[in-house]
């Protein structure tokens, strides 16, 4: 597919891909827009956005409506928006209670997926699945459509190894994905160039691209899983940090939990990740003899309004509620969106909890953000791997105008 390539070429050519992605961005949050429409939103002449349109028609990003009147006299205008067919992605999430494999199109809509709620297996098991399943899932695609295949993006937490008296788990499997290349034994077993993110990040670039970031630039991402993972957006970017772990938030410190079946802190002090997890919901409702084997049976607990998950919840805003504070102070960030692998009513009760105690504890002359809810739920991890590929490819990062984004490109389909 001939699409631009990020950091290549004259200044003016890294000029004309930054445009043509303020387009696809206008596009993608507007819905529909007319060529008055994008010349004003990407501040340009309407020679210069008549180029770009042709040149996005052309290379199936974007497709025509139809003429509509828009109110005003005149001419009716040609209203565009976003093709869905413009572009396809893979990808996967890993997470140590489940894995996913989707494929997504250009509007972020999951076409197929493969699924497995269980605890993550094995390295060399877990690669066995997932190559499967990428191959089943890339085989969907007609042969035009494998030439606009933009990636596969991985999508896992950062030390798998650790945390894991923390989280209850046992260190015979989890030890071993500590120093394993997952993302570089896929690449070389499919013959793909995947580009791996942190399961954070990559939840947060699904909300940027396809979520609240069709109207937000500026917000902290919170996902609520067997851990608690999180992910920076400023200025329309995704923040990775040096390391690829700026919002990993569940090494933040916070006071002991009060609930009794909350693991001893040996100092007198904890990580955000033992208290505001599904893990440590999942260990609570254990002490009442509640089933939590699987996310059906949390929320089963959850819309029953069982007593331990009332106990848990105010146990994790307790010490989200500094954590999230602390937050918005440094980043000065107007937005937290919370998100998570269940539901049934528990995203909503976290966000009226939290949204309370920031008032209660806001600083003198300070504002408390506004709380979304996420946009995919369980999907978030799954779709925001796919996204990454999508993301480094059609949004309008700073990067685009300078060296700085070289060696960050989508990774494209090789051959098969």
Request: overall charge neutral; proline content about 5%.
């Amino acid at each position: 597919m001939d699409r631009p390539a990020i950091g290549r070429g004259s200044n003016s050519a890294q000029l004309r891909r930054y445009n043509e992605r303020l387009v696809l961005q206008h596009l993608r949050r507007a819905g529909e827009a007319s060529k008055a429409d994008l010349a004003r939103a990407a501040d340009l002449t309407n020679t210069a956005i008549g180029g770009i349109i042709q040149k996005l028609e052309e290379v199936g990003l974007i497709e025509s409506l139809g003429k509509r009147h828009d109110g005003g006299r005149g001419q009716p205008a040609t209203m565009l928006r976003l093709n869905p067919k413009g572009a396809y992605g893979v990808g996967v999430r890993l997470d140590r209670s489940s894995m996913e494999t989707v494929l997504i199109d250009f509007d972020g809509r999951p076409i197929a997926r493969r699924a497995y709620d269980i605890e993550l297996p094995e390295p060399e098991r877990a690669l066995d699945l997932v190559r499967r399943d990428v191959g089943d899932l890339y085989a969907m695609l007609g042969r035009e459509e494998r030439e606009r295949f933009a990636g596969i993006g991985l999508a896992q937490p950062y030390n798998l190894g650790a945390w894991l008296g923390r989280l209850g788990l046992a260190r015979s499997v989890f030890g071993k994905w500590e120093d394993f290349d997952f993302a570089g034994r896929l690449s070389d077993e499919l013959g793909l160039a995947v580009f791996g993110e942190n399961d954070g990040n990559a939840a947060a670039i699904a909300e940027l691209f396809y979520g609240v970031g069709r109207r937000l630039d500026d917000f902290l991402y919170l996902f609520v899983g067997p851990a608690i993972g999180g992910g920076i957006v400023v200025g329309g970017d995704c923040l990775r940090g040096a390391r690829g772990n700026a919002g990993d938030v569940a090494v933040l410190l916070v006071g002991p939990s009060r609930l009794a079946s909350a693991p001893q802190a040996v100092d007198g002090r904890e990580l955000l990740i033992t208290r505001a997890s599904l893990n440590a919901l999942v260990r609570h409702l254990g002490t009442y003899g509640q089933p939590a084997a699987t996310h059906a049976d949390i929320e089963h607990a959850v819309s029953a309004g069982h007593r331990a998950v009332t106990e848990w919840l105010d146990d994790a805003v307790e010490a989200l509620g500094p954590a999230v504070w602390s937050a918005v102070a440094l980043l000065d960030v107007p937005a937290v969106v919370i998100d998570s692998d269940v539901d049934g009513g528990l995203v909503d009760a976290l966000i009226g909890r939290l949204a309370e105690m920031l008032r209660r504890i806001a600083p003198e002359a300070r504002v408390p953000p506004r709380l979304y809810h996420g946009t995919f739920g369980r999907d978030a991890g799954a779709i925001g791997a796919a996204s990454l590929p999508m993301f480094f490819s059609f949004s309008p990062r700073a990067a685009i105008l300078t060296r700085a984004g070289e060696g960050r490109e989508a990774p494209t389909l090789v051959g098969r």
